[in-house]
């Protein structure tokens, strides 16, 4: 009877932890891209320019495997810069509308697919796809004089 029970609950058992190490791995990425926008946004106020973001992008999001690029971006905002917006990657990425960036702030928009390395797709059968989805975090910073 106890190789029965075993049988009919391992599989649900290990499908769970599963679950719990995918979105595990969503939360710490997470953290990890809001970090990203936050530094990015830090050193535009200091003047950097946004090849110099991507650097520092990269550098935080290296131990996941994330590098701005094909399933990665970074946005730069600056409202007496030209051009205005200063994008590098090549995922789509939306900055946010509000609130608007005045001319003593910057802001920068961190956008990554959750379709490359860091992510399993092992649950795609059970209905856990993340095709499409993406994390887009901003941050606003004031610059410094």
Known sequence: MQTLEVVLVLPILLLVSLAIFQFGILVLVQQSVAHAAT??????????????????????????????????????????????????????????VDPPTYADEVRTTICVGLRQKPFLTALEAYGIDFSGKRFEISSLAKKEE
């Open 39 to 96: 530094v990015t946004a830090r050193e535009a106020a200091k003047g950097a320019d946004v090849d110099e973001l991507v650097l520092v992008a990269n550098k935080i999001l290296a131990p996941h495997c994330i590098e701005i690029g094909a399933d990665a971006a970074v946005v730069l905002e600056d409202a007496t810069a030209a051009p205005t917006i200063d994008y590098r990657g090549k995922l789509t990425c939306n900055p946010p």
